[in-house]
């Protein structure tokens, strides 16, 4: 039953090549959003599934980059803000796009949906592709620590998550004319108790702006390295050495470059039984209690005795034996239940860190998959929930919220 009402709303909405997050919240197609739709969808329709990948990629651009939003032209540009016009960009492709990244979750959904359905054209096709989009960030954004860099908030995913509001403090915002809450289309749709608060919003339209106006090259004055998106980044690498050895390709530059990740993770970014993110400009490590430090459990080559800390870690700090899971620990001063990324609980990362457990410690890997089942059996596909009482926040119909749960019951 709860299948057949998520397989409902990835129906709902699909646009004919993507999915949109949400109808009236984010009317576009959104990068790794489609890369968690597409683990849903291998489920029911690997064929919409290969169709979702291929269309985000289909907007790659020549550097490799795959952009964060893939603007759909029949959607009228004051729908979402920041729209098309803001980020004045077309990938080769001809589609309007945004110029930032997001978590390259791209090939561990490739993996699943051959795995899904073995579909070796598909895989030959999507690997040069993918290859580009590491190439990218190694390229572009690598520090000397060996490490990727996100240039701004909403390249975490994680958008106001309080591991950004240290570095947020060195970025000027700009106080747009008229107050940055006029053009803010979300607060039509979401409470502004739920969202970031316009102080955020300035920024991230200042830092947003800023790279803009650089050719989308320069860093600018948010500079990163974020546990997530370096752990999605080393799973990317061990994901595809699995599909170079499908495709007949060399797997183990894939295999070298996983285990230096992992390696560059767990020395410059993991202390006391957390992984954080660090802040390239000052070389200091922000010490938060973001689940996102949590994520790097997706590594399979983790040290054994970092796996245990974690595990001990979310078990005390983010209620992982009941499930729990929140995005940040309750137990830490910042915590807001209800506020976005600090302390709601996704799907996305609860999915993450079961994904994560699953063999190591399927026990633990249990009640995270009841955890979410609960959260949409109370309060439906909402895009994120109290932690504890599981009330419903943001969009309603939320793709992801869906497709993951297809995914956890299969
Ligand atoms: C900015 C689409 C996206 C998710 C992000 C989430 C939110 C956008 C926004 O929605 O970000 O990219 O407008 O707030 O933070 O993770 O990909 O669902």
């Known amino acids: 039953m709860i299948t057949h009402d998520a397989v409902r709303v990835l129906v709902a909405n699909w646009d004919g090549t993507y999915t949109v997050p949400s109808r009236r919240l984010y009317p576009h197609q959104w990068s790794w959003d489609s890369a968690f739709i597409a683990i849903g969808n291998a489920r029911w329709s690997p064929r919409r599934a290969r169709t979702e990948l291929l269309t985000l990629f289909g907007a790659q651009w020549?550097?490799?980059r795959v952009p964060h939003i893939v603007f759909n032209p029949a959607v009228p540009e004051g729908a979402y803000f920041p729209g098309p016009r803001f980020w004045g960009v077309r990938a080769p492709s001809g589609v309007a796009t945004s110029g930032i990244v997001q978590p390259p979750v791209h090939a561990l959904a490739a993996w699943k949906i051959h795995q899904a359905e073995p579909d070796v054209a598909f895989l030959r096709r999507i690997y040069p592709r993918l290859v580009a989009q590491q190439r990218f960030l190694r390229g572009e954004r690598r520090s000397p620590e060996g490490l990727i860099s996100i240039v701004h908030p909403w390249e975490s995913g994680m958008?106001?998550?309080?591991?950004?509001?240290l570095p947020l403090q060195a970025v000027e915002a700009t106080g747009s004319a008229g107050g940055i809450g006029a053009v803010r289309r979300d607060l039509g749709h979401v409470s502004a108790a739920e969202r970031p608060t316009d102080r955020d919003y300035e920024r991230y339209v200042a830092l947003a702006a800023a790279y803009r106006d650089s050719g989308y090259r320069d860093p600018g004055s948010f500079q990163v390295e974020d546990p997530l998106f370096n752990a999605a980044y080393g799973v990317a690498e061990s994901?595809?050495?699995?599909i170079a050895r499908?495709?007949?390709h060399d797997p183990e530059p894939h295999e070298r470059e996983a285990v230096r990740v992992t390696a560059a993770m767990v020395e410059h970014l993991y202390d006391d039984g957390l992984f954080h993110a660090r802040d390239v400009r000052t070389g200091c490590l922000i010490r938060s209690s973001s689940a996102a430090g949590l994520t790097p459990?997706?590594?399979p080559g983790l040290p054994r005795e970092i796996v245990n800390t974690l595990v001990g870690t979310a078990l005390d700090r983010f209620g992982l034996k009941d499930g729990v899971l929140p995005s940040y620990s309750p137990a830490a001063p910042g915590f807001e239940p209800g506020r976005y990324w600090r302390g709601p609980k996704w799907?996305?990362?609860s999915w993450?860190?079961?994904q994560g457990l699953r063999e190591r410690r399927p026990d633990l890997a249990a009640p995270l998959a009841d955890g979410m089942i609960a959260a949409v059996g109370a309060s439906g596909f909402r895009e994120y929930f109290d932690p504890i009482t599981l009330d419903g926040h943001g969009s309603r119909d939320f793709s992801w919220?869906?497709?993951?749960?297809v995914d956890v019951v299969a």
């Open 246 to 248: 499908v495709c007949g």
């Open 352 to 354: 993450l860190v079961w």
């Open 159 to 165: 958008d106001n998550s309080p591991a950004w509001d």
């Open 347 to 349: 799907i996305n990362l």
């Open 401 to 405: 919220s869906a497709a993951l749960i």
């Open 297 to 299: 459990l997706l590594l």
């Open 239 to 242: 994901v595809l050495a699995e």
């Open 62 to 64: 020549q550097d490799g």
